[in-house]
């Protein structure tokens, strides 16, 4: 059968970019397998649970994202065949490639906390994490008045680190705001050591707990959730002591790993427990097959998972399968860069942008980024957006 070109698994933030930069780049036959007809802005939700965005903001027809002159191929992939050069399809097609994109972004285990599939959208419990339930986090935080509200981050990786208390502290300014902010016992539930990956930021993030008055757990996760009893046990890392906890609402975010199809492929790398695909860190090209590249939320790096990485990593991606195509070592490198916009209040933000090394890496010097920022709130709220349809999923920024 005929091998496509070019397949790209997956018409997410990284599949989309990846596309858009082979095809001005002049690369013919390149096939994107996307099964969802709709595309997710997922930074959004983020605002849609505090309350400052609509959620039909943060979606688009797939369609309209797809770059011209690629082919989607509305399916799903099952499997794929690195050395046969095939991936199989859902509907029973296989597909046969000369070179792979591996972009399907990575799984939420909503199953890896007992109970927890089982209250989420319900029971006062809701996520960021997926458009079903991100307006409930809205109208909960809305709606209450006093009690007891618990944010969680589940340990392992995640996509966008901070998401997990960036919700916390909107629902704070919130409550504060309405006054009601000492009748509400807010936990923060975190299993690293600190509340943030680079010290100058955790710093900062501590002083803007201390000022709601949140109680920060840190080297803990939610283990269980009891849904009728509004009940959730946390478990601390340290020493494995166990506390249940009765809220009056929750903001849970699952546990996160590989697609089961990635983790059991031989394209997953054998050092990482949850299954992500191999990488190079530099070249991003897989390190057993010349052919293969992955970015994204799949990829089995180490720096945190963002949107905000991938866009540093789409031109990687695409100058370094231009160059294995004309047979030549790839020549691009990825640093590591990611960021983070940490929202700490209805109106303020801080930017933290790190490397593999956790150097910061500020896209704009001359400004202070170890600051709560109103400017740098402005740009989440109203340049990012924007610049993510026009610039980033077209391959221009
Ligand atoms: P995705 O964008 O998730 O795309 C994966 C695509 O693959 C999807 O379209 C999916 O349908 C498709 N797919 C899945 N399985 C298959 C299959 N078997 N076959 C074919 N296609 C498949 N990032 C930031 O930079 N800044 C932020 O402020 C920020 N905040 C966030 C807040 C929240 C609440 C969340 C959930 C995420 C946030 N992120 C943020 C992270 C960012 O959204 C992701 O890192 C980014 O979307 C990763 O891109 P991706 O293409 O790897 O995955």
């Known amino acids: 059968a005929r091998r496509h070109r070019v397949a790209v698994i ?32 997922q930074p959004l939700w983020t605002l849609v649970g505090g309350g400052q965005a609509p959620l039909h ?57 007992p109970g927890l599939a089982e209250a989420v959208g319900r029971d006062r419990v809701s996520s960021n ?26 340990s392992g990786p995640l996509k966008c680190g901070g998401a997990p208390q960036k919700i916390a502290y909107l629902a704070a300014d919130h409550w504060r705001r309405r006054k009601v902010l000492d009748r509400i016992r807010i936990i923060l539930v975190l299993p690293d050591p600190t509340l943030f990956k680079v010290p100058e930021w955790s710093r900062v993030l501590e002083g803007v707990a201390a000022r709601y008055g949140i109680e920060v757990r840190l080297r803990s996760e939610l283990t269980a959730v009891d849904g009728d009893r509004r009940e959730i046990t946390v478990t601390s890392l340290a020493d494995g002591t166990k506390e249940s906890i009765g809220y ?46 992955t970015l ?21 991606v695409a100058a370094n399968l231009l160059d294995t195509m004309n047979g030549r070592p790839p020549s691009r490198r990825y640093d590591g860069y990611t960021s983070c916009p940490l929202l700490t209040a209805h109106d303020r933000m801080l ?15 001359l400004i202070d980024t170890f600051k709560e920022r109103r400017d740098m709130w402005l740009f989440k709220r109203f340049v990012l957006p924007p610049a993510y349809w026009r610039g980033m999923l077209t391959g221009r920024l």
């Open 10 to 41: 997956g018409g997410g933030s990284a599949g989309v970019s990846v596309a858009a930069r082979l095809r001005r780049a002049g690369v013919t036959g390149i096939t994107l397998v996307e099964p969802s007809d709709t595309h997710w802005y």
């Open 57 to 113: 903001a943060s979606r688009r027809p797939e369609g309209t994202v797809i770059p011209d002159g690629v082919h989607w191929l509305r399916r799903r992939a099952l499997a794929v065949d690195p050395d046969a050069r095939t991936v199989t399809l859902s509907g029973g097609d296989e597909l046969g490639y000369e070179n792979l994109v591996l972009a399907p972004g990575l799984r939420l285990d909503w199953d890896g906390v």
């Open 129 to 154: 994490y997926a458009p079903e339930y991100a307006p409930r986090t809205w109208e909960l935080i809305r709606n209450m008045r006093a009690g007891t509200a618990v944010f969680t981050h589940p």
């Open 248 to 293: 009056d609402f929750l903001h849970a975010v699952p546990p996160q790993s590989a697609p089961g199809w990635i983790r059991t492929s031989p394209l997953a790398d054998p050092k990482s427990p949850q299954g992500f695909v191999a990488a190079d860190p530099h070249t991003l090209q897989h390190p057993s097959y010349d052919t293969v590249f």
């Open 296 to 316: 994204g939320d799949v990829a089995n790096l180490p720096t945190s998972k963002t949107g905000a990485a991938v866009r540093k990593q789409a031109p990687v």
């Open 351 to 365: 930017l933290a942008e790190f490397d593999y090394d956790l150097r910061p890496t500020p896209t704009f010097p």
